[in-house]
């Protein structure tokens, strides 16, 4: 399938001054003032002196140096528009008019600006998401990038409210960021990250991992971030239809398959409610053989690429499952989980969820029962910089009380509308298919 995700910043623009130098040689002619001048020399300098130097192999010392770099490019190329707007017979002979190279310059501007944005905006993410990845920190810094300004594309002009998608069209994303999509004549297949196999897509269902339901505003101060992007492919999963009703429900939970400390994580399922153990999941029609929930308790998740859920997100959604099993009184299932030291992870020292509010949800929807201390310590921060007394107290009261209606099965209208809109999406989507091939056939 082809990537639905675009670049609004080019590979090339990503790093140091490359962005610039195409066309650098173009501000050693300007005619413009000595003062203006002197000043462009110094930056150009500074500049490339900053860029020679190699970027940080680390997530935290990365992310501190590309917002140097974008800080020092927006700088030049502020004194660029300057130079540009004094200049006067240097476009005697240029083949650009003076409005042409400053269109170039604000483009490149509002890029930067753009991108800094995002990063100051979700730096905690990034800091988590690019220790996630087993390629180059540059090429995994590109590929966040790209999904969160594909995120911020999507969400309407003087609107603070999430943009939502139809849930088609987050089962799109999130095939495409797993490469879970097969297209054949006549036939659409998805694969399933528990099962790792390939079935028709009206088997496979696209989980989201943290409810699309739950308030945005507050997640994100549970986060410790600006905003949460709900409809990111990182919070989704592709599962068989009957292990996604049991993840919904919290039936079924996802851990690190050893620790977080892998690049990238890997995962696994344990079946957390007893009963069902011996009933069937899956029957393959062409080896005849039937899986059942004793058959996939402990197994390792299946990617087919190096791109993985947020840890955070599954965090969360572990926590959920804990209190659902705990509320429902499953036999032994702390005895089958792993110790919750098993979240905490020296690239992620701060934790997943802001103290204050994760210690409430133990509390308030735990009742007598409190998640355990070595899973709130492994993912609890606490960061007095952005806390607010007002904060606490809203997301204190509005995160146990989606939590507790969620776990007694309460469902926003439009998750319980999500399963019909995506048959119908698929409905539709094979009609086409079948439409196409009955074109390429004639």
């Not at 003032?33 to 300098?45: A, D």
């Not at 069209?169 to 999509?181: H, N």
């Not at 097969?182 to 990250?193: A, E, F, I, S, V």
């Not at 904060?391 to 989606?402: H, Y």
Request: negative net charge; hydrophobic residues 30%; proline residues 5%.
């Amino acid at each position: 399938m082809t990537s639905n995700r675009s670049i609004p910043v080019a590979p090339e623009k990503q790093r140091s001054l490359s962005h610039l130098s195409a066309r650098s040689w173009l501000t050693d002619n300007l005619d413009c003032s000595p003062e203006t001048s002197k000043k462009l020399q110094s930056l150009k300098r500074k500049a490339s002196s900053i860029g020679d130097l190699s970027s940080p192999r680390s997530a935290q010392p990365f992310l501190a140096w590309r917002l140097e770099c974008i800080d020092r490019d927006l700088e030049l190329l502020d004194t660029s528009m300057e130079a540009y707007k004094e200049a006067n017979v240097y476009y005697e002979t240029s083949d650009k008019t003076q409005e042409q190279h400053l269109v170039e310059v604000r483009e490149e501007r509002d890029d930067l600006i753009k991108e800094k944005r995002v990063l100051i905006g979700q730096l905690r993410f990034f800091a988590e998401d690019l220790s996630d990845t087993s390629g180059t920190i540059e090429e995994a810094y590109i590929k966040e990038l790209q999904i969160s300004f594909h995120e911020a594309s999507r969400k309407p002009k003087k609107s603070l409210k999430q943009p939502q998608l139809r849930s088609g069209q987050f089962k799109a994303q999130v095939t495409d960021y797993l490469d879970a999509r097969q297209d054949k004549p006549g036939l659409t297949r998805l694969y399933c990250n528990v099962l790792a196999t390939w079935a028709p897509s009206g088997v496979i269902k696209c989980a989201h991992i943290v409810p699309s339901s739950f308030d945005v505003k507050e997640l994100s101060y549970m986060f410790g971030t600006e905003e949460v992007a709900l409809e990111s492919p990182r919070n989704g999963l592709m599962l068989h239809k009957m292990i996604e009703e049991a993840f919904e429900n919290g039936d079924v939970a996802i851990f690190p398959y050893q620790s977080v400390q892998t690049n990238p994580t890997e995962w696994k399922i344990i079946v957390l409610k007893p009963d069902i153990m011996n009933w069937e999941v899956y029957w393959d029609s062409a080896t005849d053989k039937t899986t059942r929930w004793k058959d996939i308790d402990g197994r390792k998740l299946s990617f087919l690429n190096d791109n993985r859920p947020a840890r955070r997100y599954l965090y969360m959604r572990y926590a959920l499952a804990w209190l659902h099993a705990e509320r429902q009184g499953f036999k032994d299932f702390k005895d089958k989980v792993p110790p919750g030291t098993i979240w905490a992870s020296p690239d992620k020292p701060s934790g997943y969820l802001r103290k204050s509010i994760l210690r409430s949800l133990a509390r308030e929807v735990g009742d007598r029962d409190e998640l355990p201390t070595d899973l709130i310590q492994a993912g609890e921060f606490e960061d007095p910089a952005t806390a607010t007394n007002v904060g606490d107290a809203v997301g204190g009261l509005t995160m146990p009380l989606l939590f507790r209606k969620h776990l007694e099965g309460e469902r926003d209208k439009k998750e319980e509308d999500s399963n019909s809109d995506e048959e119908e999406e698929e409905e539709e989507e094979q009609e086409e298919q079948q439409q196409q091939d009955g074109e390429d056939r004639r």
